[in-house]
């Protein structure tokens, strides 16, 4: 059960260099080891995508969907696996598309000259699976892949399918049957001599069946719950293993809301009513090799309380949702000012990125639909007083492979010309004072350009990152995976 990680140790390297003219991009040839690198060159900051073609020009696979690319020259490092395992010996075909033209280059797999028969007939272009790795889910290191509908544990972690994410945060949850303080183990065989694998708190933490055996065991699946204090200490690792039947309870939970925190974006998505309905800005744990339980624990949870401020050391929380034991979801911390005043400055200026000892903490001023922190927690206060039935909140793990993707050019952005500092996502943002307000739009094709290259996103209504900062989250996640912390610091 215990797994040691491998990662691919390949980076995503940037060039900005400039360069004039047309696109271009370079011949590769397909390593031993099934990695390849591709280099290949943008004249100007444009939408562009690559894929592969066979011999005849038909498509087989893309290599990534249209996107905006900074002006220079790229060299993408893929890892073994990325191209289709079936892929025969020969060559193949790069197909650079942007709006500046197009470039072809050959791609070489294995020894061309054991090339395998060509298919004979003119046949239509081969349909080849959306890229795998945007359909990564939660049990993405599992060895039994059911098709569980509406399960967590089976849905892709994709934040754009409403549809698919609803039905997961909606449907009936397995927990184990106990205090929500209180802990037990997975075993590595249905045997309480067997080894301990994983904790799991009760009440709140969700657990994946995979089987119901005939000996009073059942085969489940999750992240290990493990805190510094745990018995068995297996921070943040997915392990699959077996639990009393008996201790299992499935149960339901609120129709009205539940909350998507992805450790990718550092975001909080609030659904309502079968939509996303808001996203707010977090920070999830930051680990190091002395605190590995630093890392919040992925997973599927319960809401089970609305405890309201907390303290941790010198911090303040306010409206904290407590799950999973003693993690909590809660406002932004504040520290005191030694006239008694609240200072935020510290956390605030780490949200969009890990900063926590395990806590998600969520942006306090308004967003662009009006939410906070505080909203939230009212809001999920009054729902669950009136079904008496817990809000579910799963937390997706941002393994390796997934990416957040490049918004597209005419995105819709904002700022004010009067010496605004910021750019923004809506002409009204909550942040700006209403003098100035409508702000001026622009577009996120144009946002390196002058006079935005300099505007940083702002804090109430969160824009999307510039292409530079999302190809960086994007490079980290090709070679790691962050929150998984096994392959570093070993149990
Ligand atoms: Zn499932
Ligand atoms: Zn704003």
Redesign the pocket.
């Known amino acids: 059960m215990r797994r040691v990680f491998c990662l691919f140790l390949l980076l995503l390297f940037i060039t900005p260099v400039f360069a004039e003219g047309l696109p271009s991009v370079e011949d590769s040839v397909l390593a031993d080891d099934g990695s390849v690198e591709i280099c290949y060159t943008i004249p100007q900051t444009c939408e562009a995508s690559l894929v592969l073609l066979d011999l005849q020009g038909h498509e087989i696979q893309t290599v990534f969907t249209p996107r905006t690319l900074l002006a220079g020259r790229h060299v993408l490092q893929l890892p073994a696996g990325f191209f289709a395992p079936e892929l025969n010996d020969g060559t193949y075909t790069l197909l650079l598309r942007t709006a500046a033209g197009e470039a072809r280059a050959i791609l070489t797999v294995g020894n061309p000259s054991v090339q395998k028969p060509e298919p004979t007939k003119e046949s239509d272009p081969i349909e080849q699976p959306a890229a795998s790795l945007e359909a990564i889910t939660p049990?993405l290191r599992s060895s039994y892949h059911?098709?569980?509908e509406n399960?967590?544990?089976?849905t892709p972690m994709d934040i754009t399918d409403e549809a698919a994410v609803w039905g997961m945060l909606t449907a009936p949850m397995t927990v184990v049957n106990l205090n929500q303080r209180d802990h037990t183990v997975l075993y590595a065989a249905p045997d309480t001599n067997s080894e301990q694998i994983a904790m799991i708190t009760g009440d709140s933490q969700g657990v994946?069946v995979l089987e119901t055996l005939e000996n009073g065991w059942s085969l489940v699946e999750t992240y290990s719950s493990s805190f510094f204090d745990s018995d068995v200490k297996n921070w943040n690792a997915f392990e699959t293993g077996y639990i009393r039947t008996d201790k299992l309870k499935q149960v339901n939970v609120n129709q009205q809301y539940g909350i998507v925190i992805d450790k990718l974006t550092q975001r909080m998505y609030l659904f309502k009513d079968g939509h996303l309905e808001t996203t707010l800005a977090c920070s999830t744990g930051l680990y190091n090799t002395k605190q590995p339980y630093n890392e919040t624990r992925s997973g599927e949870f319960l809401i089970v309380s609305f405890t309201g401020a907390i303290t941790s050391d010198k911090l303040i929380c306010d409206y904290a949702l407590r799950y999973n034991d003693d993690d909590y979801l809660h406002e932004v911390p504040y520290s005191k000012n030694a006239d008694g005043s609240k200072n935020y400055k510290n956390c605030e200026a780490k949200l969009g990125i890990r900063a926590s000892h395990g806590c998600i903490r969520v942006q306090r001023l308004t967003n662009a639909d009006g939410y906070t922190m505080k909203k939230v927690y009212e809001l999920l206060k009054e729902s669950t007083r009136a079904t008496k039935l817990n809000v579910k909140m799963v937390i997706w793990e941002d393994y390796q492979g997934r990416q957040i993707p490049i918004p597209a050019s005419d995105t819709p952005l904002y700022y004010n010309p009067n010496g605004g500092q910021s750019y923004h996502s809506t002409a009204n943002c909550p942040g700006v004072r209403k003098q100035y307000l409508p702000m001026t739009g622009f577009t996120y094709g144009e946002l390196e350009n002058a006079p935005y290259s300099k505007l940083t996103p702002c804090t109430n209504c969160w824009p999307d990152l510039r292409v530079a900062d999302i190809e960086k989250i994007n490079a980290e996640h090709l070679t790691q995976s962050p929150g998984e912390i096994m392959s570093i610091i070993g149990k």
């Open positions: 049990a059911p098709q569980h399960c967590y544990w089976c994946h």
